[in-house]
């Protein structure tokens, strides 16, 4: 079959072909755009392209059912899978089938043309090579299209046939539990047990034995023989949540079970050797208490091997609709009452508030809805109280205007497009970069490299930026 260079880019919008066929023509590569599944296939039959970017959901045929036919019949093409509708689900069936790389809508461009480039390298530096796939279960209490549950998301699927050492922090009540249990379960290790342990909920003097177990007689009350934590998960994921509250003298114990996987229990005098894979969590800042002698640091390297950050609620707003839906659905059903459903203008009061306690808060708030609003529909008044009073003060101005402006900004695009601007993106994303740039050197004081890291980019992408934007 004839190879050819070309990207083919196949989704039912227009204007995300627009701008994936400029920007990819700007790098000096060619494109071939369809608008579903079914041409694409139809196309192969004569071609086979260098990658395939491709969208979860069209009409017809989707994505991942695309993606599977072209692993089993064309498994040396690498494909790009790009959704705007993201969630943990979405991320893991596209790494399960064998995406090269996930991109999550609203996407950087530069960002899209970095992963399609190291998918065209990818063919020539392994062109036998088949993506992994493996059984993954659902894990349908982490959800959230916001684009910091994206990077989430991506993370843990990027993670599913590793075995490395993971760090999870955040904000408690942000989920790092449920998202240790995602990382067991899209592991190797998942017919094995995951142990989760909270060091903040353990009695200092009986962490040890919690942890190693202990010998019958060791101490007073050890009438028997006790396997401690880390030989119950042996073979599997051992979860150490807010790992930033333990004593310094455990500090030193586990930095050697993490060195050679051995250790004695209380009491014991044959070393016990186990296969633990550990996830760390936190909502604490470890360098900061590596700083102030609270935590060793050799200790924090040996966790800090990967870190995965979970956003605030108040980070992610636009998941609350999704998340609050959920919430209520789930709990109706375990309380064997009909769902109740939020009004527009509640979820709009609700995407105002601060959430303290993140996503446990929200949920909390659910199951009071739950079990004390009379009518199914919820009005801001059937809120509690102290959210009620909250009505006219939003979390903060910050994110009040982010709001507003993303509301703004989708309503000219939509007006834009009906009028058959359809260019409209391609200005708004100009207009928009330039406006970071400009900020970002402003408040960086025209530092490059730290105007870089605060946009998140490297500092060659933004040189190039300014010299294409001709920004002094």
Not at 11 to 27: M, Y
């Amino acid at each position: 079959m004839p190879t050819t260079d070309e990207i083919w880019i196949v989704d039912d919008d227009q204007s995300i072909r627009w701008v994936l066929d400029k920007a990819l023509q700007k790098e000096g590569l060619q494109a071939r755009l369809f608008e579903s599944a079914e041409d694409t296939l139809d196309a192969l039959k004569d071609f086979r392209p260098r990658v395939i970017v491709t969208d979860i959901r069209m009409p017809g045929m989707s994505g991942i059912e695309l993606l599977a036919i072209l692993k089993q019949q064309y498994p040396q093409i690498p494909i790009v899978i790009m959704t705007a509708y993201s969630d943990l689900d979405s991320a893991v069936s596209a790494y399960e089938g064998g995406a090269f790389e996930y991109l999550p809508k609203p996407f950087d461009t530069d960002e899209a043309i970095d992963i399609i480039q190291r998918a065209s390298q990818s063919v020539t530096t392994d062109e036998s090579a088949e993506s992994p796939a493996t059984e993954l279960a659902s894990m349908p209490d982490i959800i959230g299209e916001s684009p910091a549950m994206q990077e989430v998301f991506r993370a843990i699927g990027r993670l599913m046939r590793s075995d490395v050492t993971v760090l999870v922090t955040g904000e408690s009540g942000t989920g790092k539990e449920l998202v240790a249990q995602a990382l067991h379960r899209h592991s190797m290790r998942k017919d094995s047990p995951f142990i989760a342990l909270n060091m903040a909920a353990i009695p200092k003097d009986l962490m040890e034995s919690e942890l190693f177990g202990h010998e019958k007689g060791a101490f007073t009350g050890a009438n028997t023989q006790r396997k401690g934590r880390f030989e119950q998960a042996d073979g599997g994921t051992l979860f150490m949540d807010e790992i930033g509250d333990m004593p310094a003298e455990l500090q030193t114990r586990l930095l050697r079970v993490l060195a050679d996987g051995g250790f004695y229990r209380i009491g014991g005098h044959t070393p016990v050797k186990v296969n633990v894979r550990i996830i760390a969590a936190t909502h604490q800042d470890l360098l900061q208490r590596v700083e102030t002698r609270q935590f060793r640091e050799d200790l924090y390297h040996r966790l800090n091997v990967i870190r995965i950050r979970i956003p605030a609620l108040r980070e992610r707003l636009e998941d609350i609709p999704l998340l609050a839906s959920r919430f209520l659905t789930r709990i109706a059903q375990e309380l064997e009452v009909e769902p109740k459903i939020l009004t527009e203008e509640a979820e709009k009061h609700l995407m105002k508030m601060p959430w303290p306690g993140n996503v446990r808060e929200l949920e909390n708030t659910c199951r009071w809805l739950t079990v004390m609003c009379h009518s199914r529909e919820v009005y801001i008044r059937d809120l509690p109280v102290e959210l009620q009073e909250s009505r006219d003060q939003p979390a903060s101005s910050a994110e009040t205007n982010t709001i507003d402006w993303r509301s703004a900004l989708n309503r000219w695009l939509e007006n834009a497009y009906q009028s058959g601007d359809l260019e409209a993106i391609k200005h708004v994303i100009e207009d928009a970069e330039q406006t970071l740039i400009r900020s970002a050197l402003t408040y960086t004081e025209g530092k490059k490299h730290e105007a870089a890291n605060l946009l998140g980019w490297g500092r060659n992408t933004l040189t190039r930026k300014i010299q294409g934007y001709n920004i002094e």
